[in-house]
């Protein structure tokens, strides 16, 4: 049986005696009834777009990434593109609603935000987590007081059928859905009928060629970390939540005094590396909005919650080591600059294009 409070701890930043409390009762409960064993890995992340977006978004994600189309999954008001690095990195299920005028509770999510709202459809959705017998886990998480989503209502909201997907959380407003599988198996999604859409495959095919001629393609890797922001007064719950839905461990908190704020790391109790399953790492103001004036300390992160709502703030991505040209690679990635390399995969996708008189914009950013 796995130990999840084996780790050493890390950062400079002091918790609530709160916290540390139910961090052990929490991580221990979990070991006992087997939870952190049968739960694996994050096998997929998911992400909605407005109507329109989703091939851009693809695009971005290849020029940018390592990850490569596999199939589109149509449903009556979805497109999901199903986007794969191979069987050891997580998905990425890239959804675009069809009709705009779809109402729905990940859309209520973005529509009380002032930014939020202006891309209703826009957000990212959460993780999927592997699982090695799903009956027992939700009965387990059931019992914890952990809400899903019917069977039923999976259908209406045109989700993959074998996935068990909880309630948004009220602290992140990301949901974590569990799919069952074994390491041998390949990932499957029930869900719509699965095509090859020629647009997307277009879209893809320029932005690989691109990536390879900017001579990137070898030097990204899968995902390192995924970074949520929250407010100030739900830090240490959204972690403890995390942790309650998954099989990682509180690896450590750091202060950022000068933004006044603190980087909050979890990782996954089966894997020492981050690319088999991304870090999360969670971000909040160290003191609410309300003080601003009276303290006269930065607030970005509480800022950007309030304008966009709980939510994902950045994927961050693994780079190799070393130089090339007499360059560090690192600097030389950060050096490019990605509105450049856009700007240049829709100028070639339109050159491409030759029976359209029809331009194409430097790439949106899409989920802010």
Partial sequence: MINSLSFPRHGDKENSEFFEHFLVGLLEERDRVGLTDM???????????????????????????????????????HWTHVMRVDMDAPDFLVREVKDPHIQGVFRSLNEVYPIGARKPNSRYMGEILRVSDLHSVVRLQQEREFRFFTQDEIRKLELP???????????????????????????????????IRPDVQQAYETAKNLQHEL?????????????TRVYSQNREVAILEWLSLSSYYYWGSYDIKDQNSST??????????????PAKVFTANNTPYFVNHLEK??????????????????????????????LKISSMLSGRSPRRAEDFYWTSLARRKKASSR?????LNILH
Avoid: C, W
């Fill in 161 to 195: 059928g074998n996935i068990a997907i909880g309630k948004p959380s009220p602290y992140t407003h990301n949901i974590v859905g569990y799919m069952e599988r074994s390491d041998e198996q390949i990932r499957v999604y029930s869900l719509g009928m699965s095509i």
């Fill in 359 to 363: 331009s194409f914009p430097a790439l």
């Fill in 264 to 277: 909050n790391v979890t990782k996954n109790t089966h894997f020492d590396s981050e690319l088999r399953s």
């Fill in 297 to 326: 300390l930065p607030s970005p992160t509480e800022t950007f919650v309030r304008n966009y709502g709980p939510r994902l703030h950045y994927v961050a991505l693994a780079v190799k080591d070393g130089e090339r040209s007499g």
């Fill in 39 to 77: 739960i694996h890995q994050i096998e997929a992340i998911m992400i909605t777009v407005d109507p329109g977006h989703s091939i851009r978004y693809v695009g971005e994600l290849a020029l940018m990434t390592p990850y490569h189309y596999l199939v589109t999954l149509e449903s009556e008001n």
């Fill in 215 to 227: 001579k990137i393609d070898d030097l990204i890797l899968p995902i390192d970390h995924l970074a």
